[in-house]
């Protein structure tokens, strides 16, 4: 019994051989990867032959549209963040300058080591304390921002989007003032 890609494999010869070379010689491959890309362009166009129609245009250009989207996704797989070979390699131990100026070792920069809880407490008693100052409708806003965006809060407080675009801006001035730009 033969499968529906043989007929198809003379014209897909040269079409996969040429979509892996193009691959291969971007960076995070390399000539060795050829014949894996090879392989997974393969194996794709075998999954995907069931779906190509001849009444819809010819099989060269539907094999290079499918191969070509195969390659994009085998290039951001291989380039993902924390595959990327372009990603720095360091460890946590290597001494680094702090935001003061002295030698500490790298784990202690990170923003891990930074959320200390007493700053979280006194954040939010500064965030409190202004939103309490603030009047009834500017309060309601606030606290509405706090889980939603502006599009959902206004509707539920009865504002218009003008209205809301001003009571943020109004909020951003407080927050602004109280020295707590960092929240806006």
């Not at 131990?93 to 979280?120: C, I, M, Q, W, Y």
């Not at 509707?155 to 929240?183: C, H, N």
Request: one cysteine or more.
């Amino acid at each position: 019994m033969s499968h529906p890609l043989d007929p198809h494999i003379p014209a897909s010869r040269w079409l996969i051989r040429s979509k892996a070379q193009r691959l291969c010689r971007r960076r995070g491959f390399s000539p060795s990867d050829i014949p894996c890309v090879e392989q997974e362009l393969w194996l794709h166009l075998a999954v995907q032959v069931d779906k190509f129609d001849s009444s819809c245009g010819k099989w060269e250009c539907w094999a290079s549209v499918i191969l070509e989207r195969r390659c994009i996704s085998i290039w951001r797989e291989r380039n993902a963040e924390r595959r990327s070979p372009e990603r720095e390699e360091c460890s946590l131990d290597d001494p680094v300058l702090d935001a003061d100026g002295r030698v500490v070792p790298r784990h202690e920069t990170t923003p891990e080591v930074a959320n200390d809880p007493s700053l979280f407490r006194d954040r939010e008693r500064d965030v409190a304390y202004v939103i309490a100052c603030v009047p009834d409708d500017l309060r309601a806003v606030a606290l509405g921002l706090a889980f939603g965006t502006q599009n959902s809060v206004g509707p539920e407080l009865g504002f218009s989007r003008r209205a809301m675009a001003k009571a943020v801006e109004q909020l951003r001035e407080i927050f602004r003032d109280a020295g707590l730009d960092e929240y806006l």
